[in-house]
């Protein structure tokens, strides 16, 4: 079989290239003049110009012997200056077509498409980069093939229903819910990083303060705090807002051949196919404000072999219940049930929660004893940790209805893990040294997707009980799973 | 859906692997020992140390490794057909039972370390696609009884595919 590759990359990928490179170059000037030694500003340029130059023609002799086509049965991509590489792609093996657009790339009217197979997690072909109308057709193209449609005109297909979109003001309404400090940590950490060289010693606030009284001193301490809190708070809503319309600015989630396609971003535009049969889990997430006012996120769990974000992807930021409805109808799950019908632990969750957080303060008042500060804000936490406990307690429970598992979780940020059976893959009933005196055991849920730190657990079930779900779990979960 | 049949009485790994544990906490053992007096070793010049206090403990640390434990960890290993799935238990602190489908079996190994191939034991390796347990060790098993698992399970993987 020779499928030829006869399809060459868009010559804004150069450019691209060359804007990508020239801090480089700009940076690697002092290096020169470093190590070269006693040279004029420009010899070091010149030499400086002549590596960037060289390693242009070297980036142009990679992009000319480079080149891809879409054969009947495999896509081919060659590559290589020296060693030449020729992959082969069978249609039906490939699992998702993606198209990344970069800022810059958008600005040139080219973007990235990539190959996804799912074998190890990682893009078998990248076309870093193609024109938009190239990687649309190259979809789609790859997409009828692997439906075992052949043939060399490709009709457009047809547009594909709309499931779920963002308005802007939803957009900025989700801002606010994403209320951040990651921001503020960024700030800190260059100030950390910059304050060296600002011209800050020769405020001496501590002398100030003092040679006006102390009564004025903790006035000034007071509003400097209520205003730092004010500020801090304001930086956050404006970070979460920022980051938000960023990353979700446009957003479109649409009913493809195979699976959902999500579309978004402000500056970097990605458009990703989640196909259906890789959703191993969806999750509802809200926190208290918007439980209030009706607000949801969902979130999907796929099988691995995807971009980015470790296997969970948000397909709705920022959704009613009824918006959420037809997204889930889509890979036959139901709405969340209501937080009645979930099945609670055994009351020595709380208990057991409560020793747990008893004992993290123990530690906390030999450690201020140590260091001779307060323990009263230990104390206070020491008396809410029961209080604490019996809420997570409530918040906590799990459902198994027609071959459809749910779990949830957490009072301030609570969530709902829904999945089919089918998609367990294995399960654990586990007993630490307290459960085992308090007769208690997890169960724990192993699918695919899952973060591995924190996989699905329903927590602190009598041992009896863990068992008895556990086998009902499993004689649900036979047969085949993909 | 037919009934859950009756689950088989759990079975309990070959007494060889007792053998195994204890070679692997006479190593550990060793290597604890060697740590503890080296330090030693070296604070005694440094410093005005007399050798011997840590060592000591070290080398009681090692004999209740080597001679205690491993009969402990190995009477809580068992593995039990139930329900068209293999059910392992172990651990002495932490007690796990887990449980895996025949059919969330995505391949197996038969894997034979140097001091299980000295002692005659193979581990069965069951990988599944699941991000937690994506690998699952059953350890201590006669060499043949491996090779039987494996191709019970082989089979009834090939038996589900379409």
């Known amino acids: ?482 | 859906m037919e009934p859950a049949e009756q689950p088989d009485r759990p079975e309990r790994l070959d007494p060889r692997y007792r053998a195994v544990l204890r070679w692997r906490a006479a190593i550990a053992g060793l290597v604890l020992v060697a740590v503890a007096a080296g330090a030693e070793l070296i604070l005694a010049t440094a410093i005005a140390w007399r050798p011997g206090p840590a060592t000591g403990a070290a080398a009681a640390l090692a004999l209740i490794l080597i001679i205690v434990m491993p009969g402990h960890r190995y009477r809580r290993w068992s593995y039990a057909r139930h329900d068209e799935a293999l059910q392992i238990a172990h651990g002495v602190l932490f007690r796990v039972e887990t449980s895996v489908p025949f059919g969330r079996v995505q391949h197996l190994d038969v894997s034979r370390g140097p001091i299980e191939r000295m002692c005659g034991v193979s581990t069965l390796v069951l990988h599944t696609a699941g991000t937690h347990n994506s690998t699952v060790h059953l350890p201590g098993l006669a060499a043949d009884t491996a090779e039987a698992m494996r191709a019970e399970i082989r089979e009834h993987i090939r038996r589900e595919a379409p």
């Open chain 1, 1 to 482: 079989m020779s499928e030829t590759a006869d399809r060459r990359l868009h010559p804004a990928a150069l450019l691209i290239t060359f804007v990508r490179r020239l801090p480089e170059f700009v940076l690697g000037l002092p290096a020169v003049a470093y190590f070269v030694g006693d040279v004029s500003i420009g010899a070091a340029i010149a030499i400086a110009g002549v590596g960037f130059i060289a390693s242009m023609v070297f980036a142009w002799l990679i992009w000319s012997r480079f080149a891809y086509g879409a054969g009947a049965s495999e896509f081919v991509i060659e590559s290589g200056l020296f060693a030449r590489n020729r992959r082969a792609i069978p249609y039906e093996r490939v699992n998702d077509v993606s198209i990344t657009r970069p800022l810059l790339a958008r600005l040139l009217g080219v973007a990235a498409v990539a190959i996804e197979t799912g074998a190890g997690g990682k893009d078998e072909g990248k076309l870093e980069y193609v024109s938009l109308a190239e990687a649309g057709r190259l979809r789609d193209l790859i997409r009828l093939r692997k439906a075992g449609v052949a043939g060399e005109d490709v009709d457009a297909p047809a547009p594909e229903p709309l499931i779920f979109a963002m308005s802007v003001g939803r957009l900025l309404l989700a801002g606010l819910f994403g209320f951040s400090l990651v921001f503020l940590a960024v700030l800190g950490g260059v100030f950390e990083n910059v304050s060296d060289w600002l011209p800050l010693e020769g405020i001496d606030a501590e002398r100030y303060i003092e040679e006006r009284g102390s009564r004025l001193a903790g006035r000034v301490a007071l509003a400097w705090t209520l205003t730092a809190a004010a500020l801090l708070i304001l930086v956050g809503m404006v970070s979460g807002v920022v980051r938000t319309v960023v990353r979700d600015f446009g957003f479109r989630l649409t009913r493809a051949e195979t699976g959902f396609r999500r579309q978004r971003g402000l500056f970097t535009r990605t458009d990703v196919v989640l196909p259906f049969r890789r959703v191993q889990a969806a999750i509802v997430t809200t926190g208290p404000v918007r439980r209030a006012l009706g607000w949801r996120a969902l979130t999907f769990q796929t099988l691995g072999g995807d971009t980015g974000e470790g296997g969970s992807h948000v397909v709705a930021p920022l959704a009613s219940a009824t918006e959420c409805a037809p997204i889930l109808a889509e890979i036959d799950l139901p709405s969340p049930p209501p937080p009645e019908a979930f099945e609670r632990s055994s009351l020595r969750y709380a208990m057991r929660r409560a020793l747990l957080y008893a004992g993290v303060c123990a530690l906390g008042f030999v450690a201020l004893l140590v260091a001779v500060a307060p323990i009263w804000p230990l104390l206070a936490l020491a008396l809410a940790a029961p209080i604490l406990a019996w809420l997570q307690w409530r918040h906590h429970g799990s459902l198994l209805a027609d071959d459809r598992m749910f779990v949830r979780n957490g009072f301030w940020r609570q969530r709902v893990t829904m999945l089919a059976c089918a998609r367990i893959q294995s399960l654990d009933v586990r007993r630490g040294p307290i459960q085992r005196a308090l007769g208690l055991a997890t169960l724990i849920v192993a699918t695919a997707g899952a973060s591995s730190i924190a996989p699905l657990s329903v927590v602190d079930l009598r041992l009896a009980d863990a068992r008895a779900l556990r086998d009902a779990l499993l004689a649900r979960a036979r047969g085949r799973w993909l």
